[in-house]
Nanobody, 130 residues
């Protein structure tokens, strides 16, 4: 089992920045794929970014060039740096983790891959005002 706790969400104006954090705990997560997903009201959950155990990253087209996923092994923390935020980025952001061997599309945020992640945080709200 892996437990995930997100933090760092909040209100921000369009064009601003936020950094989300996710602190994992439990067993065997060091080799896991770690990812961020988001869900806006009335919309399906979508992938934002994923990072594998070697630091390789995958991004949704909608956030490429604006968001950066990273992890600090010493601090045992996953980050999502979000710059140039837009109102369309408003959503509940979730941290997820799992072994890449059980992920349908590997360590990516391809459509539908969220359904194969077993471990999720409780979410942190990001609200971008225009």
């Amino acid at each position: 089992q892996v437990q995930l706790v997100e933090s760092g969400g909040g209100p921000v104006q369009a064009g601003g920045s936020l950094r989300l954090s996710c602190a994992p705990s439990g067993d065997n997560y060091n080799r896991y794929c770690m990812a961020w997903f988001r869900q806006a009201p009335g919309k399906a959950r979508e992938g934002v970014a994923a990072i594998d155990s070697d630091g390789g990253a995958d991004y949704a087209d909608s956030v490429k060039g604006r968001f950066t996923i990273s992890k600090d092994v010493a601090k045992n923390t996953l980050y999502l740096q979000m710059n140039s935020l837009k109102p369309d980025d408003t959503a509940l952001y979730y941290c997820a983790a799992d072994s890449p061997f059980v992920l349908y599309l590997g360590c990516t945020v391809g459509v539908g891959n969220d359904k194969s992640f077993r471990f999720w945080g409780q979410g942190t709200q990001v609200t971008v005002s225009s």
